[in-house]
């Protein structure tokens, strides 16, 4: 049985991750919408976030695979500070890749998180490589190549039925089309991220004692708060994000937004049906760059494209890196002491509030993207 004080401080380090994981991600979700004006971006947020509090309910699948699949729990349930060290590594890369513009991976950051901060503390045997291999990493590689091919297929068969039609009433269904692809995006991405938390909260539940690590389960509460967490992140926006996804990837009409939404809406739900922790911003990404490639290769802004797959490379390790190194602080101050995590929660709360503060400083993100 170990601190309250430090279930506390790890329950709302997760919750805190996951509001970021929303206020990143919300690019994935409505910047096509917001970029074709299928819908006014308050609106489009509103309905992003619903759903993705809606979506948080659909499947437990994936929370089960983060909280067993990828680190061993019965190395956890003795260290506390590897749940907590890997929640801070993955706040610390979003916070980066947010103030940079980059839309970068968060499940990738957490997983990345975790996964350095369990080897820092009993090292590589306690990391399981097939799970991490074969339920994070081969799927990082295909979904974004899978939602790519799917897009370019279905922004060609779309404008194949609607060619000879006229450009208003075209551009108007297509609209109406993307009220439905993004709400199943949105719909998709809670299925998806919102199981990432709960699955970390779990282990932080395990660290406790609260769970047996022998009999995994999500409790009922764990999943409410993860669901709203993600669900007010997702209405604060990130509009850096948004606008690098919405137009300097390529310049997008109606049909390759729908297209693109459509495609990332079912790779991730089928994803998310087997238990495989996606990153929606890898899928989205893809389906975006297939939906402009399909029309024009050079419709695709291929250097920014660059610059976005150069993040998601650097993400784990970068995220493991900064994990592995809060565990170290806090372990520092004594196995499962209290002050090691209360000075690392001060430290993050003190930074990420002046970088805030120094972009809001520069100029408003949402003025920026309205302009």
Not at 96 to 103: A, E, N, Q, S
């Amino acid at each position: 049985m170990h601190s309250d004080v430090i279930l506390v401080l790890v329950i709302g380090t997760a919750l805190a991750f996951d509001f970021t994981n929303g206020f990143h991600d919300t690019a994935n979700v409505v910047a096509t919408s917001i970029s074709t004006r299928a819908v006014p971006p308050r609106i489009a947020i509103a309905i992003a976030s619903l759903l993705n509090f809606v979506g948080a309910f659909v499947s437990l699948k994936v929370a089960a695979t983060v909280a067993k699949g990828i680190v061993d729990p019965k190395v956890v349930e003795h260290a506390p500070a590897i749940v907590f060290g890997g929640l801070i590594g993955a706040i610390t890369w979003n916070v980066i890749t947010w103030y940079f513009g980059l839309p970068s991976s968060s499940s990738h950051a957490l997983i990345g998180g975790v996964v350095g901060a369990t080897l820092a503390a009993a090292g590589g045997s306690a990391v399981m490589s097939d799970g991490l291999l074969g339920k994070v990493v081969v799927p990082a590689l295909v979904a974004p190549v899978l939602a790519f091919v799917v897009a370019a297929i279905a922004i060609l068969v779309c404008y194949r039925i609607v060619g000879r039609l006229r450009p208003g009433s075209v551009t108007s269904g297509f609209r109406a089309g993307q009220l439905v692809s993004g709400g199943m995006l949105a719909l998709a991405h809670g299925t998806n991220d919102a199981q990432k938390t709960m699955g970390v909260m779990v282990l932080a539940l395990v660290a406790h004692g609260d769970i047996n690590a022998s009999h995994i389960h999500v409790p009922h509460w764990v999943v409410i708060t993860a669901a709203s967490a993600i669900a007010l992140g997702t209405y604060a926006g990130g509009w850096r994000i948004i606008k690098t996804m919405g137009s300097r990837i390529i310049k997008m009409d109606s049909a390759q937004g729908f297209a693109a939404q459509g495609s990332g809406a079912a790779v991730i739900l089928a994803a998310s049906h087997v238990g495989f922790p996606l990153s929606t911003t890898h899928v989205i990404s893809g389906g975006v760059m297939g939906a402009g490639a399909a029309k024009r290769l050079s419709a695709v802004r291929w250097g920014v494209a660059g610059n976005i797959v150069l993040a998601w490379i650097v993400t784990l390790p970068a995220a493991g890196a900064i994990g592995a190194g809060v565990y170290g602080v806090t372990r520092a101050f004594g196995v499962n002491s209290e002050a090691g995590p209360l000075v690392v929660a001060v430290l993050i709360v003190a930074g990420t509030a002046l970088v805030f503060a120094r972009r809001v400083r520069r100029g408003s993100p949402l003025t920026a993207a309205e302009a």
